[in-house]
């Protein structure tokens, strides 16, 4: 069986990551989706579980003392982990698993799982990403200069990841994103057992 791939994708807000991990997610079955604990408010339309696990503070700070994050960081103001155990489970079950993650939680899941694929989708410029978060409606206009703010040190951030995807049309940053997706399965590291079965190792 082939070792389940952890695929993590990092972009600033407004990049479109969404709606690109949605497009991915429902055309591979087999990949599955991280749902990320936050502190955050849920957002219209968001359901508890299926979005996020919302948490109040305490819970949190629990579960991160407890070990039960593979990463955490404050993003926003607010505070967002990946639960290790939903995790464990899926590649233990042979699933790819998709992260929805920002940079300061991609750099300590590069550090534990080296064998990690890491995407970052940037937009095709500073001011067309301030017109989208102004279009999408979700945030005031202090919460959109803060995350233009977050926008460029995120941005600098990623030189490090294997892949760099421009979304300036969602089909082309789409077909990138799949054609990367699909080339970290076939990757050597995560197909041990069809060499060492060819070589009699099995
Ligand atoms: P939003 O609040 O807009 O859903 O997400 C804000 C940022 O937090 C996004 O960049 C998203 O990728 C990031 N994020 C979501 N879940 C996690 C997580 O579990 N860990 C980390 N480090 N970042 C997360």
Redesign the pocket.
Known sequence: MRQGIVLVL????GTG?STLSEMLLKEFPNLGYSV???T?QARAGEINGVH?HFLCLDDFENKRKNGEFA???Q??G?F???PLLPLKKMLAAGRDVL????V??AVQIKTSLPEATFAFIIPPSMEELGRRLHKRGLDNEETIFQRLANAKKEIAEAYWYDALIVNDDLARAYNDLRSFYIASTLMPSHNKSLVQTLLGEK
């Open positions: 990092s972009a600033p807000s990551k990320s604990c936050t955050r996020y990463e955490w960081a993003v926003h607010n967002y982990g990946t992260f929805d993650i920002d300061q939680g």
